[in-house]
């Protein structure tokens, strides 16, 4: 299983990025897909779950300002991110839960700041 995120970057304040997360070895349609993020000396936070059904799940954080997505067909899961926050500053990771075990891939990192 690889998964690489990739989209990240700079923005300033109420700006908005997609993230994508393409996957190799696996399919992002069979189980849970994740987004965490984990900002300099805050601990690791889950984001945004979409599961093998397509059902959506948000950290109250982000409700309403983020949405998570797949594409079966790209074997890709997004993260549309709008109206951020310098909070929102993090490395972003996508996760599988593939039978129970986290399949991690290399992170993104998103920098809000004017």
């Known amino acids: 299983v690889q998964l690489q995120a990739f989209g990240g970057g700079l923005v300033q304040p109420g700006g908005s990025l997609r993230l994508s997360c393409a996957a190799s070895?696996?399919?992002?349609?069979?189980?849970?897909m994740h987004w965490y993020r984990q900002a300099p000396g805050k601990e690791r936070e889950l984001v945004a779950t979409?599961?093998?059904?397509?059902?959506?799940t948000y950290a109250d954080s982000v409700k309403g300002r983020f949405t998570i997505s797949r594409d079966n067909a790209k074997n890709t899961v997004y993260l549309q991110m709008n109206t951020l926050k310098p909070d929102d500053t993090a490395v972003y990771y996508c996760?599988?839960?593939?039978?129970?075990?986290?399949?991690w891939g290399k992170g993104t990192l998103v920098t809000v700041s004017s």
């Open positions: 996760i599988q839960d593939l039978y129970g075990i986290m399949h």
């Open positions: 070895g696996t399919f992002v349609s069979i189980s849970q």
């Open positions: 979409i599961t093998s059904g397509g059902n959506t």
